[in-house]
Nanobody
Framework: QVQLVESGGGLVQAGGSLRLTCTSS????????MAWYRQAPGQAREWVAR??????TDYADSVKGRFTISRDRNTKMFLQMNNLKPEDTAVYFC????????WGQGTQVTVSS
């Protein structure tokens, strides 16, 4: 059973930064792809960023140039979020593909104006 645990969320003012961490119970290079998604109240979950097993990254247009996805060589994936905007307020989820699809429980990010 794979577990993904997000951390690093919180309350920040617009223009501020946060760094989210996803800690996996399995070696992250065993996953084909890892990604971050987010879900704002009353809205559908949306894709934010992904990183392939080969390290190729991709971003949603809404966060391109402000967010950076990365990983270490063990069990962690990160999302560095800079120049945060109120519309970035959401629960952020870690996602991994490796045999099955795995989701974390989410971490709340709130950006005040």
């Amino acid at each position: 059973q794979v577990q993904l645990v997000e951390s690093g969320g919180g309350l920040v003012q617009a223009g501020g930064s946060l760094r989210l961490t996803c800690t996996s119970s399995r070696y992250i290079f065993s996953f084909h792809t890892m990604a971050w998604y987010r879900q704002a109240p009353g809205q559908a979950r949306e894709w934010v960023a992904r990183i392939s097993g080969g390290g190729v990254t991709d971003y949603a247009d809404s966060v391109k140039g402000r967010f950076t996805i990365s990983r270490d060589r063990n069990t962690k994936m990160f999302l560095q979020m800079n120049n945060l905007k109120p519309e970035d307020t959401a629960v952020y989820f870690c996602f991994a593909v490796g045999g099955n699809n795995y989701w974390g429980q989410g971490t709340q990010v709130t950006v005040s104006s």
